[in-house]
């Protein structure tokens, strides 16, 4: 079965520190970029940083950058989001997603999307709440 699995969601207050899992299973990440999204309350949900899965390549929104750090194992299995000095505006529910890297002749095409319709597969989301 394809699946994205999310973990490591929780209380937090700010100012401190949670690193969220992204577990796949049925998939290879190598071709794949990885993105963590984040719907906040009341909000839409908004991609925040993606990492290709081939070359280890980053980017962040900036909401979250320099404080955010996406990565992924050397198993090619995991991503994770290490989050630090978190904010009550962090608060939100957070999500992973998965989409194909290459093109129709299966070459690798390297390009950052975060639009939500072109993700191809989710996980069901991690609640992260921020105290004051």
């Known amino acids: 079965e394809v699946r994205l699995v999310e973990s490591g969601g929780g209380l937090v207050q700010a100012g401190g520190s949670l690193k969220l899992s992204c577990a796949a299973s049925?998939?290879?990440?190598?071709?794949?970029?990885i993105a963590w999204f984040r719907q906040r309350p009341g909000e839409e949900r908004k991609g925040i940083a993606i990492?290709?899965?081939?070359?280890?390549?980053?980017e962040y929104k900036d909401p979250v950058k320099g404080r955010f750090i996406i990565s992924i194992d050397g198993a090619k299995t995991t991503v994770f989001l290490q989050m630090n000095s978190l904010k009550p505006e962090d608060t939100a529910v957070y999500y992973c997603?998965?989409?194909?890297?290459?093109?129709?002749?299966?070459?690798?095409?390297?390009?950052?999307?975060?639009?939500?319709?072109?993700?191809?597969?989710w996980g069901q989301g991690t609640q992260v709440t921020v105290s004051s």
């Open positions: 997603a998965a989409r194909w890297l290459m093109d129709s002749s299966s070459h690798y095409y390297p390009h950052f999307d975060l639009k939500e319709e072109s993700q191809l597969y």
């Open positions: 990492i290709d899965g081939t070359d280890g390549a980053t």
């Open positions: 049925g998939f290879t990440l190598g071709d794949y970029t």
